[in-house]
């Protein structure tokens, strides 16, 4: 179509009736310019169609979309059509207004293959998810290319109260069975939730299928692809979350997988079978040094020439003041009890394990009367008390000891939950990168305004 600089001024009138929501003036140029609506979009950088999406014009839009439909259903970045975007936002009237265009909007799959109840479930839009399902009750039972529902997209995403929409709406519609459905991987709802630690979902499932024994036994011990029930993946972590989950399903009936057990036992055989002897040799060759250094610590370090008349005073201590044959002790000593310990745990799942493990203790034993042997004699003053040497390198050493498996227990645990919070954080990204589509439609309209101008 040739456009007439006749038609400049209507094209401005039409801007101003879109950002207006001025549904007589629409009408009017309408009825004198039928074919102007094609020709805004022609020329536009946006059709007028999202002008008045972008304006929250409501009665226009609705009037532009009942005269020319295709509007409705045109897709924009991702793939997302304006019924997308008011499902990202929470826009529940625009989605009203929308659905009432054509219903059959609810159906269209965005590049993620996720309909408008997909992208409102997964932003947690509760009230537009209400919507969505009263206007096109089918639309629940769609699934994504990854065969998820949309209790799957809740549940992934981490929204409960989106997830506590869908449950009661299902249950209107007497769609419950859809929580029983498993993605691509096999993976119920429970799996899901189980997976990414979900407390309140996991007792909104178990309470929702207390009533019938027979559907709650079969919805905890359902096993996904890898054979695994939900109690399986539960067991994997070890968080303050899993432990609760893990209560939840025992007291519901949960069990393990046989597959999971054999799995187990045949991983926990094969890494005693490969990595025993190594550590065997590896702790005997500690015990070994230990003893080696220790027998020649008198010949560099004769007690006769070590005399301390006077105690120190404890300080003396972590300055280094001390003799240092005391130093060499308590590392010694540190090395051999940890040594010791785990060579003890492992001697002892052997045949005759029981006489091997009298055996370490007797050279533990051998140990201290040694060490007792090559410390000198000298005192520590602590408050009013004098503690010997001997005792102190003991009381040292088990600290360490304690301290260093502490420490390790704390890294742990901070790193589990840095890495839930990093997991958390991209899942944020990603969400926001649908929420930035409107913004920039807004901004490509405004520059086309200067344009027009």
């Known amino acids: 179509m040739s456009i007439s600089e006749d038609s400049l001024p209507s094209f401005s009138s039409l801007s101003d009736a879109i950002k207006e929501d001025d549904i007589g003036s629409l009408k009017s140029i309408l009825s004198t310019k039928p074919e102007i609506l094609e020709l805004a979009a022609q020329i536009w950088p ?66 993620l293959s996720m309909t408008p109840l ?5 932003h947690g839009q509760g009230d537009v998810v209400r919507e969505l399902i009263s206007a096109c009750p089918k639309s629940l039972g769609i699934r994504t290319s990854q065969m998820e529902t949309a209790f799957h997209v809740a549940v992934k995403n981490n929204k409960c109260d989106a997830f506590k929409v869908l449950l009661e709406e299902a249950e209107k519609i007497g769609k419950e069975n859809l929580l029983k459905k498993k993605d691509h991987q096999g993976d119920s709802v429970l799996h899901v939730a189980v997976s990414n630690e979900l407390v309140p979902i996991v007792k909104m499932l178990v309470v929702y299928y207390s009533s019938s024994r027979t559907g709650l036994l079969e919805l905890v011990n359902s096993t996904n692809k890898k054979g695994h029930t939900a109690l399986d993946l539960c067991n994997m972590s070890s968080s303050v979350s899993a432990d609760w989950i893990h209560r939840i399903l025992i007291k519901h009936g949960a069990t393990e997988s046989n597959t999971l057990r054999k799995s187990e036992s045949s991983t926990s055989s094969m890494w005693l079978t490969e990595k025993r002897e190594v550590l065997l040799v590896i702790l005997a060759i500690f015990i070994g040094v230990v003893f080696t250094v220790s027998s020649a610590l008198p010949t560099y370090f004769p ?12 300080e003396a201590v972590a300055s280094g003041r001390l003799p240092l044959v005391f130093y060499f002790l308590v590392c010694l000593t540190v090395t051999l009890t940890i040594s010791a310990c785990f060579l003890t745990v492992l001697l002892y799942k052997l045949p005759f394990g029981y006489l091997l493990f009298l055996s370490g203790i007797a050279i533990f034993f051998l140990y201290i009367l040694l060490a007792n042997y090559i410390m000198p004699e000298f005192f520590i003053k602590l408050g009013s008390h004098d503690i010997s040497s001997y005792h102190l390198m003991w009381i040292l050493a088990l600290s360490y000891i304690f301290a260093g498996t502490l420490l390790l227990l704390v890294g742990k645990y901070f790193l589990l939950g840095f890495n839930k919070f990093t997991e958390w954080l991209m899942r944020r990204l990603q969400d926001s990168n649908l929420l930035s589509t409107s913004a920039k439609v807004e901004s490509h309209n405004q520059s086309g305004e200067i344009e027009m101008k």
């Open 118 to 122: 997909h992208t409102a479930v997964r």
């Open 46 to 111: 946006e059709d007028p169609f999202v002008l008045a999406y972008n304006s929250k014009s409501l009665h226009v839009i609705e009037e532009i979309g009942t005269r020319k439909p295709e509007f409705a259903r045109m897709k924009y970045q991702d793939g997302n059509t304006t019924l997308h975007l008011a499902c990202a936002t929470g826009d529940d009237e625009m989605v009203r207004v929308l659905v009432r265009i054509d219903s059959k909007l609810c159906y269209v799959r965005n590049n």
């Open 303 to 314: 007690k006769d020439k070590i005399n301390v008349s006077e105690p120190f005073q404890f």
